[in-house]
C-alpha cells in the first residue's frame, strides 16, 4: 500500500466552525489531491497541488482552501463548516514519472459530519 | 449529468464471470480506471488502461476499451465473495489533474 495517511479519521463540528484535515504521504510524490465521497455523487474533486506552494482548484471547491508548504502534507481547510460540507474525504497521490505511468493512490478517508 | 456512467448494481452467482461497464464522454482522455471500495474503507486501485490500448489483463481481471463508442469494461473471472464491494470507474481527461468517477457499481455475490 502506498503511504498516504490522513488524520483525524473521524470529526464531528458545529456549523461554523473551521476545519482542517491533513494528508501525509511518505511516498515523495509531487502530486497530491482532495477529494469528497457523497452517496449518489461518487467522487469530486476538490483541489489539487502539483508542488510545494502549488495548487488549483477542482470541480467543487467553493467553501475550500488547502496548502501545501512542504511535499508530504496537504492540508484541507473549511473555513467555516457547512451542514453541505458533511462528507467523507478522501486524499490521493500520484508521480507521473512517464507517458505509461499514471496511478492514483488514495487514503483511508477521513469522515466529517457537520452539525 | 454525471459525465462517467455506471450501472449502480450488478448480482452475480459466486464463481461466474462479473463484467462491469463504464461509459464516458471525453475522447481525450488519456487514461481510464477501476478502483474497488470495501465498505467503510479507501479505494484500492484495481487497474488502469492507457488509451491506446484496447485490452489489458491481469491475473483474474480483464479490461476493455472500445475508443469509438467510449465504452469500458471490467471482467472479473471467477467471482469470489472476497470481490463483493463497489467499482468505481474514472477517467483522466486530457490536460486534467484530477479523475472524474464514476457514480460506482455495488457488485453483489449470490452463493
Known amino acids: 500500500d502506498a503511504g498516504i495517511t490522513q488524520s483525524p479519521r473521524h470529526k464531528v463540528t458545529e456549523t461554523g466552525t473551521p476545519v482542517t484535515l491533513r494528508c501525509h504521504q511518505t511516498e515523495n510524490h509531487r502530486y497530491m489531491y482532495w477529494y469528497r465521497q457523497d452517496p449518489g455523487h461518487g467522487l469530486r474533486l476538490i483541489h489539487y497541488?502539483?508542488?510545494?506552494?502549488?495548487?488549483d482548484k477542482g470541480e467543487v471547491s467553493d467553501g475550500y482552501s488547502v496548502s501545501r508548504s512542504k511535499t508530504e502534507d496537504f492540508l484541507l481547510t473549511l473555513e467555516s463548516a457547512t451542514s453541505s460540507q458533511t462528507s467523507v474525504y478522501f486524499c490521493?497521490?500520484?508521480?507521473?514519472?512517464?507517458?505509461?505511468?499514471?496511478?492514483?493512490?488514495f487514503g483511508p478517508g477521513t469522515r466529517l459530519t457537520v452539525l | 449529468g454525471e459525465d462517467v456512467e455506471q450501472s449502480l448494481f450488478l448480482s452475480v452467482r459466486e464463481g461466474d464471470s462479473s463484467v462491469i461497464n463504464c461509459t464516458y464522454t471525453d475522447s481525450s482522455s488519456t487514461y481510464l480506471y477501476w478502483y474497488k471500495q470495501e465498505p467503510g474503507a479507501g479505494l484500492q486501485l484495481l487497474t488502469y488502461i492507457f488509451s491506446n490500448m484496447d485490452m489489458k489483463q491481469d491475473q483474474r481481471l480483464t479490461v476493455l476499451l472500445n475508443k469509438k463508442d467510449k465504452h469500458l469494461s471490467l471482467r472479473i473471472a471467477d467471482t469470489q465473495t472476497g470481490d463483493s464491494a463497489i467499482y468505481f470507474c474514472a477517467e483522466r481527461r486530457g490536460g486534467a489533474d484530477g479523475l472524474t468517477f464514476g457514480k460506482g457499481t455495488h457488485l453483489i455475490i449470490q452463493p
Open positions: 490521493a497521490i500520484s508521480d507521473v514519472s512517464g507517458i505509461d505511468r499514471d496511478e492514483q493512490f
Open positions: 497541488s502539483y508542488g510545494v506552494k502549488d495548487t
